[in-house]
């Protein structure tokens, strides 16, 4: 099993909605990371968890909130998002130590705030 | 800052041409370079990668390269197919083996 899982698949939402992005993966990778993608624009590095503890935060706004509750699941909180928070939210893992192995991205949530 | 830059933004070749990208970096020390493919509405994927203790890698249709001391490296894809077309990112580590920076793209088209 290669696959990164990501649910949902599109998510709307207002800007006072409460909402999370799920990501699972079951190939025992113990880094997983979380992408930010506009249109047309590479994926940007939002955070990184190693062995289920954040070692990197792109500097991400509050309202996006990571959490790990263990080695197979990644999940995004989202909170009072913005318009231009808009975009295509990518999940990744890799093994071992950082993407200096092959990362699998999972097919993405595209989130529209509204 | 640490970047990446990654030319040329678009490249149109015809079927059976050969297509080359280029990236440069600014963190000498990376040392990990993949390039992923993006179709239009779909994830990145991994086509091939490098290593910094290696000068030259190839897989069937594919090549990249590494040049270290000049702190560029390029992707090969000869003679291009249809299925080719797609978006292209390099990337590389910054300022941290886990802070993989994608180059901005490069859509390729293979027109036939």
């Known amino acids: 099993d290669t696959e990164v899982t990501q649910t949902p698949k599109h998510l709307v939402m207002g800007m006072t909605n409460k909402k999370s992005l799920k990501c699972e993966q079951h190939?025992?990778?113990?880094?997983m990371y979380w992408y930010k993608q506009k249109a047309k624009k590479p994926p940007e590095l939002m955070f990184v968890y190693s062995y289920e503890k954040l070692s990197i935060n792109e500097s991400v706004p509050s309202r996006f909130s990571p959490e790990c509750p263990n080695s197979s699941l990644l999940n995004l909180h989202l909170h009072a998002l913005q318009p231009e928070d808009s975009a295509l939210y990518l999940c990744?893992?890799?093994?071992?130590?950082?993407?200096?192995?092959?990362?699998?991205f999972g097919q993405g949530t595209r989130l529209t705030v509204v | 800052g640490e970047n990446v830059e990654q030319h040329p933004s678009t490249l149109s070749v015809q079927e059976g041409d050969s297509a080359v990208i280029k990236c440069t970096y600014s963190d000498s020390a990376s040392n990990y370079f993949p390039w992923y493919k993006q179709e239009l509405g779909k994830r990145p994927q991994l086509i091939i990668d490098?290593?910094?203790?290696?000068g030259e890698k190839k897989d069937q249709r594919i090549a990249v390269t590494l040049n270290k001391t000049a702190k560029h490296f390029s992707l090969h894809i000869t003679e291009t197919q249809p299925e080719d077309s797609a978006v292209y990112f390099c990337a590389a580590p910054l300022g941290g083996y886990q802070k993989v920076t994608f180059g901005t793209g490069t859509k390729l088209q293979v027109i036939p």
């Open positions: 490098i290593r910094s203790n290696v």
């Open positions: 990744a893992s890799s093994h071992g130590w950082g993407m200096n192995t092959e990362a699998f």
């Open positions: 190939m025992g990778h113990r880094a």
